[in-house]
């Protein structure tokens, strides 16, 4: 499932209500035993609840609003579906980054988590630096993924972690190269050889139609025969 609430994948109430619909046509689904929750939005995995749903609003709205907070929730964490939170990018196709608060929550809600290793990104539960405390379903999700004295000093502090911190205390199961990483590392490969396609098509057929190479080839296969018996 990839999340587009652009720019930053804010968990709005028009958001959750369509992750809601979203969630249980697969939870209903009986061929879908599991799903990955990435984003498409350019760097962001969530930035956490929308805080303009908090904000100047009447007490009617709050209270829609935190009920679809809570269904979310209570959704995610009782899923019969395996879940995987993918916070990073490859190609096009996963997110990248960052997860605060709410996104967090989302992310810790998932059975396992996953997360690109770019310095740039973090993920934590942050309310505090926000002059909110965390509700006490927040903090018992963070306590049951990473433990009650880390939890502790996490919500004291509103800390955001980075990836290599996150993965220490558990709190990512498994970091991956980034896409800028992984584009570091082999796009100059994938470059070569897309601009030298049809020549490196040439190279292999002029190798193969070789007799001496038809020959061994030949050969080889007798071979595999014999040993077939
Ligand atoms: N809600 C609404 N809008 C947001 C949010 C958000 N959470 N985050 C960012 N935006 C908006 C920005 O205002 C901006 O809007 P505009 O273009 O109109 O100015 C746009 O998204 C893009 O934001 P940035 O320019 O900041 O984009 P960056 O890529 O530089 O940074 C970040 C993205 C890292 C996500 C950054 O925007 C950020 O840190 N946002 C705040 C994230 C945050 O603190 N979230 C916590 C929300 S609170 C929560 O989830 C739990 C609350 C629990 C309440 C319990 C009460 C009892």
């Known amino acids: 499932m990839k999340m587009e609430n652009l720019p930053v994948n804010s968990l709005s109430l028009d958001f959750l209500t369509e992750f809601l619909i979203s969630l249980e046509k ?15 939005a350019p760097k962001i995995f969530s930035a956490g609840l929308d805080i303009m749903e908090m904000y100047g609003k009447s007490a009617e709205h709050y209270a829609e609003f935190w009920k679809a907070v809570q269904e979310m929730w209570l959704r995610l964490y009782q899923s019969n579906m395996v879940t995987i939170a993918a916070i990073n990018a490859i190609s096009s196709f996963l997110c990248q980054g960052s997860s605060p608060a709410g996104g967090c929550l989302m992310a810790m809600s998932c059975d396992y988590r996953i997360m690109a290793e770019n310095p740039k990104y973090s993920i934590g539960l942050n309310e505090t630096q926000l002059g909110i405390v965390a509700p006490f379903w927040f903090k018992d999700t963070m306590v049951n993924t990473i433990g009650n004295r880390a939890t502790e000093r996490s919500l004291e502090l509103g800390l955001l972690y980075s990836p290599p911190e996150a993965h220490k205390i558990g709190l990512v199961d498994q970091p991956c190269p980034s896409d ?15 601009a030298h396609r049809e020549s490196d ?29």
């Open 201 to 229: 098509i040439q190279n292999f057929v002029s190798f193969i139609t070789k007799d001496s190479i038809q020959k061994s080839l030949q050969m080889y296969m007798e071979m595999l025969k014999q040993r077939r018996g």
């Open 26 to 40: 697969l939870e209903n689904d009986r061929g879908c035993r599991g799903v990955i929750l990435t984003s498409g």
């Open 180 to 194: 800028i990483t992984k584009s570091m590392m082999r796009k100059p490969t994938v470059d070569r050889l897309l």
